[in-house]
């Protein structure tokens, strides 16, 4: 290969284990197997993350949801391919109505190569990733820019309630509570020009 891999991950999900024996599968793509457990991915699946570390059965297991990581490689990849898992949690390029789960920053030679990936949440190849843009988020995001400009001739001065609400950790529905969350004037999103 030739390569030095590198990761920088961006976001670890807290408080997993691992739900079999995983000491061997460093990483490689995980998904949930049951509550808060992990196992290795399979084919084109919609996994979580990259395993980090070599856990045995229920050791905690720490888990890369975004940023970049090492990964296997299952076959040859180019770099800039977007990235589907396959067989035994490794990585392969993705194809049609695959879960792409990263992209390439490194090339691959062979299987079991390792390289640096890009990593990110699932999402559905080609036109089903453009047909998920147009869902709800994209349109409460339209919708609040529409309420903006009507009431504010400038974005720096708007005041905007946002409900946040958490991304990765799984909780019952008694114990989400909505934050309000309160963008003003002295959170200037885009700086005057000086004069």
């Not at 059965?57 to 890369?64: C, I, K």
């Not at 400009?149 to 989400?176: D, F, G, H, T, Y």
């Not at 963008?183 to 004069?195: E, G, I, K, N, Q």
Request: with cysteine; glycine share 6%.
């Amino acid at each position: 290969m030739g390569n030095t891999s590198f990761d920088a991950p961006l976001y670890r999900i807290p408080g997993l284990t691992a739900s079999a024996d995983l000491t061997l599968l460093q990483h490689r793509f995980v998904i949930v197997s049951a509550s808060e457990q992990v196992n290795v991915a399979g084919v084109a699946a919609s996994a979580i993350g990259v395993l980090q570390n070599k856990p045995n059965t229920g050791q905690a297991a720490e888990v890369v949801a975004a940023g970049v990581s090492n990964v296997i490689a299952s076959a040859a990849i180019t770099a800039g391919t977007d990235l589907a898992t396959a067989a035994n949690g490794k990585v392969a390029a993705a194809t049609a109505g695959q879960n792409v789960v990263g992209k390439a920053i490194q090339a691959a030679s062979n299987d079991d190569d390792i390289i640096s990936a890009l990593i990110f949440f699932a999402t559905s190849a080609a036109a089903n990733f453009s047909a998920s843009l147009s869902s709800t988020p994209s349109s409460f995001i339209l919708r609040e820019s529409s309420r903006i400009s009507s009431r504010s001739s400038s974005l720096n001065s708007a005041i905007i309630n946002l409900q946040v609400w958490p991304l990765l950790r799984p909780v019952s529905s008694s114990q989400v509570r909505p934050q309000p969350c309160r963008l003003d004037r002295s959170a200037t999103l885009f700086p005057r020009p000086a004069s």
